[in-house]
DNA sequence: CGTAACCTTGATTAAGATCAATTCTCGTGG
DNA sequence: CCACGAGAATTGATCTTAATCAAGGTTACG
């Protein structure tokens, strides 16, 4: 990976060309397909990695085969980090893999393996980049608390709503793509396709929005916010 | 608060006797009694907090008065550390609050606020403390991730046996004493106290434990631990 | 074209929430 | 020391949401 890419990635926004060319050296780039596995839950920890290309989902998986997708890494995020700081001395007991599995849901994903080892050592000589790296645990500590607010606060429609509302990149915005399948949403929404069907079609119905296919119209916002909360 | 108790601290573990007294200056401690609210999301940040002694639960509401219980935080541990890096700047947009709100649950719990802005120059030049943060947050963002995880794939009486198994200090411990009421405990497992009196009894009847008030004997380890799996 | 993955629709079922009513527990004041 | 009352916990009857089961329909891609 060229290093004027990884100043993209968040983390590493504060190094000089220096250090990013270090680090440039010493990272593995894959490429993977749809439905490619990237890591297990069960496996050895190697590394963080970055998303520099592609779509990865981050889910887990129960026995009897259900599924739920906790994070979706879009390109030029981290994802995977976790673990780094929980194998350090003095940091509590156990050696810890990855949390989640990990998979590419669009063709041509490529991802960059951060060696575990390396950066830890440049972490400790660098405040910069472990501040972000406390901002961007920060951010994702929030996501989850929102998350399991959804899932537990409200019902299958609100959190639909909600979802669309949120998908927006402005208050403006009246259209959305959804990135992912509707398999996929309705994964990462705690319900299943059937149910996401028939939730889209009844906020259809009541006038909030218009489904075609992969696109969204809202086309009432304040409703659609007004009932999602 | 004296300096040494702060030693207890986990991301203070670190700092020299100089820099803990630092910061016991500039702390402000207070006490509060069951049901007393520490802080609710909608106020403006001050910094994070530290509970001392006692009990704390951080938790969400929902408009029509449903709660859920995101973390129980015990003493020496630190709770509300998340907004004191999204407000930096160059950290995304938005002033953000308390993502939660926190509540007393037992009488005399003591809580120490460490203002914001002190606490992030210390961090600046102190990669030791930074790096344990980054911990904290690692240890919190899988215990989220594990959350979302039974709340998601699981049904209520697995919740209830793995939240039983988990209880357990060792593999030998085989009697639990519940340190929240049923009613915080329902909260937490994403269930209401009807449905967790009916699953206590349930997985009494099956054989798995013994419930008396707010002890849990566990008489069938092997089984319980198969059962919430 | 043909096949597989994706999505939708309908009928049924089950888990757990809600509603309603006691019972239990424990701290407080007479 | 006992009685009272409030909060906590339990129990029963009913209802609602969303999962499950089953069958088609649609889309995309080799």
């Given at each position: 990976m060229a290093s004027d890419n990884l100043k993209k990635v968040y983390i590493f926004s504060g190094l000089d060309d220096n250090e990013l060319d270090k680090i440039s050296k010493i990272v593995k780039v894959k490429t993977f397909n749809k439905g490619d596995i990237i890591f297990f839950d069960t496996e050895p920890y190697k590394g963080f990695y970055i998303n520099s290309a592609g779509l990865v989902k981050i889910y887990k998986i129960s026995k009897d085969g259900k599924e739920h997708i906790l994070h979706l890494i879009t390109a030029?995020?981290?994802?995977?980090?976790?673990?780094?700081?929980?194998?350090?001395?003095?940091?509590?007991s156990g050696n810890f893999g990855y949390p989640a599995n990990a998979m590419a849901i669009e063709d041509n994903t490529r991802v960059v393996l951060v060696p575990?080892?390396?950066?830890?050592?440049?972490?400790e000589s660098n405040t910069k980049i472990c501040i972000k790296m406390c901002a961007g645990f920060a951010k994702r500590l929030r996501h989850l608390n929102n998350h399991i607010e959804e899932l537990t606060l409200k019902d299958v429609s609100r959190r639909v709503a909600g979802y669309i509302?949120?998908?927006?990149?402005?208050?403006?915005?009246?259209?959305?793509?959804?990135?992912?399948?509707?398999?996929?949403?309705?994964?990462?929404?705690?319900?299943?396709?059937?149910?996401?069907?028939?939730?889209?079609?009844?906020?259809?119905?009541?006038?909030?929005?218009?489904?075609?296919?992969?696109?969204?119209?809202?086309?009432?916002?304040?409703?659609?916010?007004q009932y999602s909360e």
């Open positions: 030029n995020n981290t994802f995977a980090e976790v673990p780094l700081f929980e194998n350090l001395s003095g940091t509590l575990a080892r390396l950066f830890l050592e440049m972490l509302i949120n998908e927006r990149r402005s208050e403006e915005q009246n259209k959305i793509s959804l990135s992912i399948s509707k398999n996929d949403l309705s994964s990462y929404l705690g319900t299943i396709p059937e149910t996401l069907s028939r939730t889209l079609k009844k906020l259809q119905d009541e006038g909030m929005i218009e489904v075609d296919g992969k696109v969204i119209r809202i086309t009432d916002a304040v409703k659609l916010k």
